[in-house]
């Protein structure tokens, strides 16, 4: 077991240079940090940038839409760092396409990494969450979650059943005192190497600024608590 058992963890599963490793480096410091993505090179980067500054972070590449890896995930989480304190679900693959477009394979990795992997996950961290009387699970949406558009035949319905999943869990665990939520990330979140060139950069979502959200929903008061919640450039329309 790590000298990090003496900090609270945070598992932040599907991590990329966007939101996900905002989420990192805002938790990181007063939290041990476990990060995933499929990539172990990119986690690798990151883990070592986190480390510079003093983070105790864990790296666990894995696919998110397999149950065996997710299972393998925790029992690592677990043993090197301790039970997570707060899980940050923020997984949100999908290609876009319509009916004709989208083959039923992809419709299905589709729904694997966005709604059961986030399953997979609230299973893993549930029972010592609710033996302990506290915890949090933060879910990250989307638009199409909301309401899908014609290119979201796969991304819509998957996300749907992310927002399913957690009011179904905020409903139950919250009076066992864990706190679930869903942030509908409305807009187009600025990501390092993407190019919008028709975008400047108040039509998009600063990743650091959702993250602040995210650590203000980690620590709400359990008389205040939001189980949904909207982030949007003040540009996007809605």
């Not at 819509?156 to 066992?176: E, H, I, N, T, W």
Request: cysteine-free; glycine content about 10%; aromatic content about 8%.
């Amino acid at each position: 077991m790590s000298e990090a058992q003496s900090l609270p963890v945070v598992a932040v599963l599907g991590v990329g240079p966007g939101l996900g490793a905002a989420l990192a480096h805002r938790f990181a410091g007063e939290y041990a940090i476990a990060i995933n993505a499929r990539r172990a090179e990119y986690l690798s980067s990151l883990a070592s940038d986190l480390r510079t500054k003093g983070g105790e972070v864990l790296e666990v590449p894995a696919d998110l839409g397999d149950q065996a890896q997710v299972e393998t995930i925790f029992k690592t989480i677990g043993e090197k760092l301790g039970p997570p304190e707060i899980l940050l679900y923020n997984a949100g693959s999908g290609l876009l396409g319509t009916i004709e477009d989208i083959t039923p394979e992809q419709f299905e990795t589709t729904w694997r990494v966005n709604a059961y992997g986030a399953f997979l996950s609230a299973k893993a961290v549930a029972p010592q969450m609710i033996a302990r009387g506290h915890g949090t699970m933060l879910f990250t949406g989307a638009t199409a979650g909301v309401k899908a558009g014609a290119r979201s035949i796969a991304f819509g319905p998957a996300k749907f059943a992310m927002r399913g999943l957690v009011q179904s869990l905020a409903r139950d665990l919250g009076p066992k005192g864990v706190h679930v939520a869903w942030v509908n990330v409305d807009g187009i979140i600025d990501i390092p190497g993407r190019d919008f060139a028709q975008l400047t950069e108040e039509d998009m979502l600063k990743p650091e600024s959702i993250a602040e959200t995210y650590w203000h929903l980690a620590h709400q008061d359990p008389s205040a608590w939001t189980t949904e919640l909207e982030v949007r450039p003040f540009k996007e329309k809605f």
